[in-house]
């Protein structure tokens, strides 16, 4: 029997149209595109001073500078920093590379970001879609670049995040932010993006659902609340699937890391009683983890069992490690685009976010 995960038209009606669907085909170019408009851009001389960098964004817009981040974390030459609220840390100044990310170029947090940056003299570069991000920095003569969504059309950001990520690669590798060569790492990536392709003939929906874990990770978490959990390399995108569950199929997740979780967590496996019922813990291994994460993985699995609740697995198949974060990226996209599909929600809308936002205009 055919399962209707298998059903293209059961999915794309369910979803309200495939624009999310064909946005997370967009990942490759997307990123590509981006790289390459921020490598290109005009950096003033004065850029290459800085001694720490400062990343501002917000949801959609945060998440790919923690990808970042933990993906480069050991190469990078200077201290990254992730800042998610109204105010820039005390230690900014004008040796600081600032970062402006928001996909819609209205993020309240990021524009307050910016101007706390620029009273500081700190060395401001953004990118965005366009709005008042885009007009500030236009008229403060910092470099940015703004994003044509050809590759998003659900215009989402949590979907266009090839944007974002591709932004923050191609700042870092303009302004030599690795350890070494930036052409070997571009080299890296650009070798790593042209093997995204085949992530979506594992999970995109042509791969049936008897082959497809995307698909069928869905079907497991559907009725759940899911715990994601991640280590090393992959930290960053466990953020990213938590908010894809949330804004995407409209669930409630998190995201645990290893080892932090085993000092702490596994202890409150047993209560409230009703919650083994309704967790499952899906963990995404990696061949590349140090052997005592992957020993830590097995453990926890084994305490996670012992309190009778519900585990899952993925183990990546990519060789590399910008290849795992390309392949979960796809992978979690997909999982929560048919978890959406199975709840019959539109992945593409956001009522209480909407909503709350023009409150806060009121209240502003």
């Known amino acids: 029997m055919t399962h209707q995960l298998d059903n293209i038209s059961f999915i794309v009606s369910?979803?309200?149209g495939d624009a999310a669907i064909r946005s997370v085909q967009g990942l490759a170019a997307q990123t590509t595109s981006a790289i390459e408009t921020m490598r290109a851009l005009a950096y003033p001389s004065t850029y290459m001073r800085y001694d720490n960098i400062v990343?501002?964004?917000m949801g959609g817009s945060r998440f790919p500078g923690l990808i970042v981040y933990h993906l480069?974390?050991?190469?990078?030459?200077?201290?990254f920093t992730i800042c998610d609220d109204y105010s820039l840390p005390g230690f900014v100044n004008q040796n600081t590379l600032v970062v402006l990310s928001s996909y819609s170029g209205t993020t309240e947090e990021v524009l307050a970001c910016a101007k706390q940056a620029h009273e500081r003299s700190a060395c401001i570069v953004g990118f965005c879609v366009g709005g008042p991000l885009q007009q500030w920095l236009e008229?403060?003569?910092?470099?940015?670049?703004t994003f044509n969504e050809q590759h998003n059309p659900s215009k989402q950001p949590r979907m266009g995040f090839g944007y974002t990520i591709g932004s923050t690669l191609g700042i870092l590798l303009a302004l030599n932010a690795?350890?070494?060569?930036?052409?070997?790492?571009?080299?890296?990536?650009?070798?790593?993006?042209?093997?995204?392709?085949?992530f979506d003939a594992w999970y995109g929906i042509h791969c049936p659902f008897k082959e497809n874990l995307a698909k069928k990770f869905a079907g497991e978490i559907t009725n759940k609340y899911p715990y994601f959990l991640v280590a090393e390399h992959l930290v960053g995108v466990g953020n990213c699937v938590q908010n894809q569950v949330n804004e995407t199929s409209k669930g409630i997740a998190s995201f645990r890391v290893i080892?932090?979780?085993?000092?702490?967590?596994?202890?409150?496996?047993?209560?409230?009683?009703?919650?083994?019922?309704?967790?499952v813990f899906v963990s995404f291994l990696s061949g590349l983890y140090d052997e005592r994460i992957r020993r830590r993985f097995e453990i926890t699995h084994d305490v996670i069992k012992q309190n009778e609740i519900q585990v899952l697995s993925h183990k990546l198949r990519a060789e590399t490690h910008l290849g795992q974060v390309l392949e979960l990226l796809v992978f979690s996209s997909y999982m929560t685009i048919y978890t959406a599909a199975l709840r019959g929600v539109n992945p593409e809308n956001v009522p209480y976010v909407d909503y709350f936002k023009a409150q806060l205009k009121k209240s502003s």
């Open 259 to 279: 080892p932090e979780l085993n000092h702490h967590m596994m202890e409150g496996l047993r209560f409230p009683a009703e919650h083994k019922s309704i967790a």
């Open 178 to 198: 690795f350890q070494g060569s930036s052409e070997d790492y571009l080299d890296n990536m650009r070798r790593d993006l042209g093997n995204v392709e085949r």
């Open 72 to 79: 480069y974390k050991n190469v990078l030459r200077v201290p």
């Open 55 to 57: 990343f501002c964004g």
């Open 14 to 16: 369910r979803l309200g």
């Open 139 to 145: 008229s403060n003569h910092y470099p940015f670049a």
